[in-house]
Structure formats: structure tokens, C-alpha cells
């Protein structure tokens, strides 16, 4: 059985951003976008060529973000910020409060 690996992901130290990540031997674009006015964290998944695929999720710590997408270009697995606040903050990713994470779906 081969064991699976989260994947942690860097949320960079800007309002808006673009990473280019490999989820699943797949590249992506993730955008994280904060709002100073709600105080709020969303991210969404484009191609390479900046197709969205899944746009404006609300990051919310210990929740399935991606749940309820269904596209087929969507990475299989699912986005996960796990924090012990209720609220992640505009720095809670750079001080170490929150981590953002990508785990793989287990394959049979």
C-alpha cells in the first residue's frame, strides 16, 4: 500500500496572488485573493492558460473547500486550511497560524 502525502502550499504574502502548483501530475494556477472590507480569504483553481475552473471559495479552516465542485479538471483531491482559529486572518498564513494543504485522494 502506498502511503499518501499531503501537500502544503505556500500562500504567498500579498492581497492577490497567482502559484502555479502540480496537483496529481497535473499544473495548475491557484489564486488567493484577501478582502480587508469582509476580512477574508478566497482562493480559486484556473488552467495554465488562466481558465477558472473553480473561482471565489470562501477559505474556511477545517473544511473540504473544494467540495462541492464538480469539474472534470478539477485536481481529485481536496484543499484543506487547518488552523485552530475559527477565522483566518490576513497574516494567519505567513506567521504560521493557518496551513494550507492539498490531500491527494487515496487510490484503490
Excluded at 2 to 16: A, G, S, T, Y
Excluded at 66 to 90: A, T, W
Amino acid at each position: 500500500m502506498q502511503k499518501i502525502r499531503n501537500l502544503i502550499i505556500e500562500v504567498p504574502n500579498f492581497d492577490e496572488s497567482f502559484s502555479r502548483v502540480v496537483l496529481d501530475g497535473r499544473a495548475y494556477l491557484l489564486q488567493f485573493k484577501y478582502n480587508h472590507v469582509a476580512e477574508r480569504w478566497r482562493f480559486g483553481v484556473y488552467t495554465l492558460k488562466q481558465e477558472p475552473i473553480a473561482i471565489g471559495m470562501a477559505v474556511v479552516p477545517q473544511f473540504p473547500l473544494n467540495f462541492q465542485v464538480v469539474d472534470d479538471r478539477m485536481p481529485n483531491g481536496l484543499f484543506v486550511v487547518f488552523s485552530n482559529f475559527e477565522h483566518i486572518r490576513r497574516n494567519d498564513f505567513v506567521d504560521g497560524n493557518a496551513t494550507f494543504v492539498y490531500v491527494p485522494r487515496a487510490m484503490d
